[in-house]
């Protein structure tokens, strides 16, 4: 069986409060559960980037090995294969109390590496923990909001250390062999305890304003992200019809339809979110290489790319 999805959209934030977090989702034995297979697909143009001047934020030496080459850090939220793949979105099943239980791959963990957050999405449960390993030689300082339009709450703001083992003091590339090389720092675990229907937190580096990481706190353990190709696996699914929920941060309306699945049957969706038009965010990335600030011929030397150029 496969299908196209009919797009339903509701404004982002009234989903998360009317989706309460509150019941308690029962673990039991599915003997006929089905299986819930799919792809899901980017359609129209892709949207632009964030752009971050690299000679107005810190640690040039280091994060300022990945740019476009023109002093500029790019941070592209909408990760989208050629064929309109779209990646790294979130996919979860609404309506089932209970089922199969939650896994055993314990507390999701995000790494900061080469002065990302990866992965950009991940899941959590609310009242649970997440871990934030830095394999930088620089330091972060991890600042996590829960989020809604009543306005954002602080939930954590530590600092992230780094491996001691790291060089410190670093002023040039003239070893680059330092710059290239990710050690673990000490784990730090933090609790993610939301608000009463609050379901969406979003973590920043406040040193490096392109680090970000979007969270979203589900109540059962159907749910998958999307890989590479834009697939998506949900096993042992109860017999019953659930609303199929797509999520992605930047994507402002809600993508939902109703699936059916029978007793040890199996369904296949593909699902089509429409790329989102008009401006996105303040620090979009503009057409042109132009740079709102002067960047002395010694300054480029210390931000050309050298492990990766990004595209615009």
């Known amino acids: 069986m496969k299908f196209s999805a009919p797009l339903v959209a509701f404004l982002l934030f009234p989903l998360f409060f009317t989706s309460a977090l509150a019941w308690a989702y029962e673990g ?5 559960g089905g299986t819930l297979t799919g792809i899901v697909k980017l359609e129209g143009q892709v949207p632009k980037p964030k752009g971050y001047n690299l000679t107005t934020l810190p640690d040039q030496f280091y994060c300022g090995r990945i740019s476009d080459g023109q002093g500029w850090r790019i941070l592209q939220p909408f990760q ?5 793949e ?30 990302l957050f990866l992965p950009f999405t991940t899941v959590v449960r609310d009242d649970q923990s997440v871990t934030v390993v830095n394999m930088d030689p620089v330091m972060h300082d991890i600042q ?10 602080v939930l954590f703001n530590v600092p992230l250390p780094m491996n001691p083992a790291h060089p410190r ?16 720092g000490a784990p730090m675990k933090q609790l ?5 229907d609050r379901r969406i937190f979003v973590m920043q580096c406040g040193f490096h304003a392109y680090m970000e990481s979007w969270g ?3 109540t059962n353990p159907y749910f998958a992200q999307t890989d590479e190709q834009g697939r998506f696996t949900m096993t042992d699914v109860p017999p019953g019809a659930y609303k199929l929920v797509v999520w ?6 809600t993508i939902e339809q109703i699936v059916t699945i029978g007793p040890k049957g199996a369904v296949e969706a593909t699902i089509v979110v429409p790329a989102p038009t008009g401006r996105l965010y303040a620090n979009e990335v503009m057409d042109h290489a132009y740079i709102r600030y002067s960047v002395s011929e010694e300054t480029q030397k210390e931000i050309d790319p050298m492990i990766k150029k990004q595209d615009r």
């Open 28 to 32: 039991i034995t599915v003997s006929d």
């Open 80 to 84: 989208v294969g050629p064929e309109g």
């Open 86 to 115: 779209f990646r790294d979105v979130v996919v979860y099943l609404e309506g089932i109390d209970k089922g199969k239980p939650f896994g055993e791959g314990g507390v999701p963990q995000i790494e900061a590496k080469d002065c």
């Open 144 to 153: 996590a909001y829960e989020t809604s339009h009543l306005g954002p709450r």
């Open 169 to 184: 003091n670093l002023k040039d590339r003239s070893d680059a062999g330092m710059y290239h090389k990710h050690m673990a």
């Open 192 to 196: 993610v305890n939301l608000s009463k």
């Open 216 to 218: 979203l706190a589900v």
């Open 248 to 253: 992605h941060p930047y994507v402002r309306s």
